[in-house]
C-alpha cells in the first residue's frame, strides 16, 4: 500500500528531514511512526499525500509512484488519503454535519451519497447527536472525531494520522485510538506519527522509530522506546 | 445530473457568499470596472460617430476652381465645357464676379466695414464642382489637373479640412483607447487583489479542500466566478452610464450654437448597440482574468 525506496528529502538544500529510508506498509496495518521532534515524521506524512515531492528515491502510495504522479492526478490520490491532525483543521463556521459534508461535496458526490453517508459516519464516530453543533461547542476529544470522521467518510484505504492524540488528556486519546483501531479493523491502512508512549506501549502494533531523518527501528509489535 | 445539479448549487452558494462578505471592496472593484469600460463604451461610439461624420463630409464634398479675375470669356466657356464633359464630374455651377460678392455680403453682414474694401472687379468667379465620386483620391487627382490651366487661380478641395479633422479625430481615439487599457488594467489588478483577499480569508477552507481532494479547477471555479460577476455587474453599469451619457451629448450638440458642429456626430442604433455590448462583455472579460490570474498564482497543489 506504501512503499519508500531510499527517499531523501532535503529542505531548502541543506536540511535533511528525511534521509534515505526505506519503508514498505502492507494493506490493512497499523504502524505508529515515532521519534522526538524533528526527527522527520511530518515530513514522511507530508511526501505521502505528495504536499511535498521526495528529492531522490521513490515513494509509492496506493500503486502510484508520486514521482510520476501529474499534478491534476495529486486531489485524485488525496481521495484514497484520510488525514487527521493535532490541530483537528474543522472549519468554525459549519457544523459538525457540514464538515462532515463538505469532504464529500468538494469532491463532487452526488447529494444522495452525502445525506447517506455522512449520518452513518457521525454514527460510528458516536457523534449522531452533535450533528447540528459547532465546533467551537465541543470538547477536544469530541472535535478529533469530527476530524476522524471527515477523513473517513470517503472510504480512503489509508489514514494518515499526525499526533492526532496530542491536544488531549489521556482518556480521551485512548477513546481516539479506539476509533482509529475500530477504522483499521475495516481493513483501512493506519499510519500515525505520535509522541505519546503510553499509547504505543498498550496498543503493541508496528512502530517505526526515526532519528534525524532515518529509520533507527523498525519492530512488528513494538514499544515507544 | 444529479451531481452536476449539486455542484452548481455548491458554485452559486459559494460565490454568493464570498459576494457578501467583501462587499466595500465589491462595490470598488464595480465601480473601477464600470468607469474603465465606459470609457471604453464611449471611445467605441466616438469612433463610430467620427467615420459617420467623416464619410457625411467626403459625400457632400465639392471642389471649387477659382478663375483669374481677368480670364477671358471665352476662357471661361472653354473651361466650363471641359469639365462638364469630363467623366468624372457629376455637374457644375459658375459662380459669376457679382454671385461671389453675394455670398461674401451674407458672410460678412456684420463686418459692413470690411465688405467696404472689397470691389466685385477684384473677387475671382469660379466653378463649383460635384465629382461623380465622392473619394478624397479623385478629388484630389481632378484639382490637380485643373491646377495648372491658364486661367485658374487657384483650386480648392474640402479634403484638408476633412483631413486635419480626421487627424484630430485619430489622436482624440488614440488617448480613449490609452485611458480604457490603463483603467482595464487597473480593474484587472483591483479584482486580482479582490479575489486574493477573498481567498486569504478562505484559507482554512481551501486547505481542507487540497486535503480531501478537490481538484485545483473545483476550489478555483468559485472565485473565477465571483471575479466573472463583478466584472460583468461593472461592465452593466458601465454600459448604462456610456448609454446615458451618449444621449445627453448628442442633445447637447442639437441645443448649443456652438457645438453645432459636432451635429453631424451620431451612431445608428446598430452601432450603438455592438458598443454596448462590447462594453458589456469587456467587463466580464476584465473580471474573468483578474481572478483567473488570482486564482492560478495563489491556488496551487
Known amino acids: ?225 | 445530473m444529479a451531481g452536476f445539479l449539486g455542484r452548481t448549487g455548491y458554485f452559486v452558494h459559494e460565490t454568493w457568499i464570498n459576494i457578501r462578505r467583501n462587499l466595500t471592496l465589491t462595490v470598488a472593484a464595480i465601480l473601477t470596472v464600470a468607469v474603465g469600460v465606459m470609457l471604453v463604451g464611449l471611445g467605441l461610439m466616438a469612433r463610430y460617430a467620427s467615420t459617420n461624420a467623416l464619410g457625411r463630409w467626403q459625400g457632400g464634398v465639392q471642389f471649387e476652381i477659382f478663375l483669374e479675375p481677368n480670364i477671358a470669356g471665352g476662357q471661361i466657356d472653354a473651361l466650363g465645357q471641359e469639365l462638364r464633359n469630363h467623366p468624372d464630374i457629376e455637374r457644375i455651377q459658375y459662380i459669376t464676379k457679382d454671385q461671389a460678392f453675394e455670398l461674401l455680403e451674407e458672410m460678412l453682414v456684420d463686418e459692413p466695414e470690411l465688405l467696404a474694401e472689397v470691389s466685385i472687379e477684384s473677387l475671382p468667379s469660379s466653378y463649383r464642382i460635384v465629382p461623380r465620386f465622392a473619394e478624397g483620391e479623385l478629388i484630389e487627382s481632378l484639382a490637380a489637373q485643373f491646377r495648372q490651366r491658364p486661367g485658374v487661380y487657384s483650386v480648392e478641395t474640402g479634403r484638408q479640412q476633412v483631413d486635419a479633422i480626421r487627424e484630430w479625430f485619430n489622436s482624440f481615439r488614440w488617448i480613449v483607447l490609452l485611458m480604457s487599457i490603463v483603467l482595464a488594467a487597473a480593474s484587472t489588478l483591483l479584482i486580482f487583489n479582490m479575489i486574493r483577499v477573498a481567498m486569504f480569508a478562505r484559507r482554512r477552507e481551501i486547505e481542507v479542500m487540497k486535503l480531501v481532494g478537490a481538484t485545483n479547477s473545483f476550489i478555483r471555479l468559485p472565485f473565477i466566478l465571483e471575479g466573472m460577476l463583478h466584472g460583468l455587474a461593472g461592465g452593466i453599469v458601465g454600459a448604462v452610464a456610456a448609454g446615458v451619457l451618449r444621449n445627453h451629448v448628442e442633445e447637447l450638440f442639437g441645443r448649443s450654437e456652438i457645438l453645432a458642429f459636432f451635429r453631424s456626430f451620431t451612431v445608428t442604433s446598430s452601432q450603438f448597440n455592438t458598443a454596448i455590448i462590447a462594453t458589456v462583455i469587456m467587463g466580464a472579460v476584465v473580471g474573468a482574468l483578474g481572478s483567473a490570474f488570482a486564482a492560478g498564482r495563489f491556488l496551487d497543489v
Open chain 1, 1 to 225: 500500500m506504501i512503499r519508500l525506496d531510499n527517499v531523501t528529502k532535503i529542505y531548502k538544500g541543506e536540511t535533511r528531514a528525511v534521509d534515505g529510508v526505506s519503508l514498505d506498509i502492507k494493506k490493512g496495518e497499523f504502524v505508529f511512526l515515532v521519534g522526538e521532534s524533528g526527527s522527520g515524521k511530518s515530513t514522511m506524512l507530508r511526501l505521502l499525500t505528495a504536499e511535498e515531492p521526495a528529492t531522490t528515491g521513490q515513494v509509492h502510495v496506493a500503486g502510484k509512484d508520486l514521482s510520476r504522479i501529474s499534478s491534476g492526478r495529486v486531489p485524485y490520490l488525496r481521495r484514497n488519503i484520510g488525514s487527521v491532525f493535532q490541530d483537528f483543521k474543522l472549519l468554525p463556521q459549519k457544523t459538525v454535519y457540514e464538515n462532515v459534508a463538505f469532504a464529500l461535496q468538494v469532491i463532487g458526490r452526488p447529494k444522495n451519497i452525502v445525506t447517506t453517508q455522512v449520518p452513518a459516519i457521525l454514527d460510528l464516530v458516536g457523534l449522531a447527536h452533535k450533528q447540528k453543533s459547532f465546533p467551537d461547542e465541543l470538547s477536544g476529544g469530541e472535535q478529533q472525531r469530527v476530524s476522524i470522521a471527515r477523513a473517513f467518510v470517503n472510504r480512503p484505504l489509508i489514514l494518515l494520522a499526525d499526533e492526532p492524540t496530542g491536544n488531549l488528556d489521556p482518556n480521551t486519546a485512548q477513546e481516539i485510538m479506539r476509533l482509529l483501531d475500530r477504522i483499521n479493523g475495516t481493513g483501512t491502512t493506519v499510519v500515525m506519527a505520535t509522541h505519546d508512549q503510553a499509547i504505543v506501549d498498550q496498543m503493541r502494533r508496528r512502530v517505526v522509530a526515526l532519528h534525524a531523518g532515518q529509520v533507527v527501528r523498525d519492530e512488528q509489535h513494538g514499544v515507544y522506546e
